[in-house]
């Protein structure tokens, strides 16, 4: 994005049996985005209504367009099939008749008012919503990949670097040679007698020897089966995704009944 571009942050609100995340307009784009994510059981009528209460009261609080989708808990797109034509919602202000437009159809750029392209619009109306200019973005991008640059030099001196430097001790030092060497001797001592079974192994090591026959027993049952893994994977997913989308609303759920936060 351009250093003037600006990147306005998410708002999002509890709603009781769903929560919405509206995103404000990107660089170049002449609508913002609604999302509802429906956290309980609900049928494609409900979900649709309020898809157009909610379209209706985040134009009235920000006068640009916007297209509005719901999502299930899974995060798979809520069907409207059957009470919508289409799973999406466009909705935006008609000034010339004053009054609020909602289409059930992917609308084309140039019919929709282009109040979204004016930049200082937008910071007026937005003016309590945080915000990055592309500038402040790409360098925190460029402070992230400084941080990530010195992270990976410290790897490779402890990788590469450090084990030279004890090899090459070890050629320079008879002593430090015979300790590594005796050392050596130790461990192959031990890893025999708990081979021969006269020392007990120790309780780590049988339980990474249980998690590896697990893990090998999983493996031989997964290529046995690969069609019953990749349902069983996907069932996962879906599960996963249920459970962030429903702890995400408890959250705010909580963060609504304290009030927001200073800052």
Known sequence: MAPDDIRFGLLKEDRGW????????????????????????????????????????????????????????????????????????????????????????????????????????????????????????????????????VGWWLVFVWAAVVPLGVAVLEWWSDLLGLVVLGYAFVKAAIQALRLTGRLPKSARQREKEAEDLKMRHHHYHCERNPEAFERLKAENFRREEIARTKAEALALKAQARNGPCDG
């Open 18 to 149: 769903f929560f919405v995340e509206y995103s404000p307009p990107m660089a170049n784009y002449r609508f913002s985005l609604l999302q509802l994510s429906v956290v309980e059981e609900r049928d494609a009528q409900a979900v649709a209504s309020v898809m157009e209460s909610e379209a209706k009261e985040w134009l009235r609080r920000y006068p640009v367009p916007v297209m509005a989708t719901a999502f299930s808990a899974d995060g798979s797109v809520f069907s409207l099939k059957g009470v919508r034509p289409i799973d999406n919602l466009i909705a935006w202000l008609d000034t010339e008749k004053s009054q609020l437009v909602l289409r059930w159809e992917l609308v084309k750029d140039d019919v929709l008012p282009d109040t979204a392209l004016n930049r200082e619009f937008l910071q007026e109306i937005f003016a309590n919503v945080p915000s990055k200019t592309g500038a402040e973005i790409q360098e925190e991008v460029a402070k992230d990949l400084a941080v990530r640059k």
